[in-house]
């Protein structure tokens, strides 16, 4: 049997086994270009085509896998309870000015809120996002009377 032959069968094995023991994708892109490369090596006693084959196909492998990967990475987070509370209504518990921390008041929690208008106490207020543990609000609207 050709050495290369043993040679590249080897390394897919030696691949497999490090993806295998490994959480995250370190070296698919590699066994495939060792296969590659194997099956060129069973028509070819070039050792320059091979490691030409070997370097093309994981580099292409790898570019080719990249846009999965980053679609897979940005999958939608999962909605956590704090972020179901956008677009609900709060009362300004301590009030503030711009720049500011108020505190309001969502269901009977206490939470620190920013506002980029002046929250005075007892106002209802419209949470409109969350960073950490901080409400972003807008005072509410004054409604029209109903007719």
């Known amino acids: 049997m050709n050495p290369e032959i043993i040679l590249w069968l080897a390394l897919v094995v030696v691949f497999i ?14 066994v495939a270009g060792a296969v590659a490369a194997l099956l060129v090596s069973l028509f070819t006693d070039s050792w320059t085509v091979e490691l030409a084959v ?34 609900r209504v709060a009362t300004v ?7 500011r921390l108020a505190r309001v008041r969502l269901d009977g929690v206490d939470w620190a809120a ?28 004054e409604s029209a009377p109903v007719r």
Do not use: D, M, Y
Not at 64 to 70: E, F, I, K, N, V
């Open 114 to 141: 920013e506002s980029a208008q002046p929250l005075s106490k007892g106002q209802t207020c419209v949470v409109t996002a969350l960073h950490g543990a901080t409400l972003t609000v807008e005072p509410q609207p």
């Open 54 to 87: 070997f370097a093309v196909v994981s580099a292409v492998a790898l570019a080719a896998s990249r846009p999965l990967a980053r679609r897979l990475q940005q999958s939608k987070a999962p909605e956590l309870n704090a972020g179901r509370n956008i677009g």
């Open 93 to 99: 518990v301590a009030e503030a000015e711009p720049g």
């Open 17 to 30: 086994l490090v993806e295998l023991a490994t959480t995250a994708l370190v070296s698919i892109w590699l």
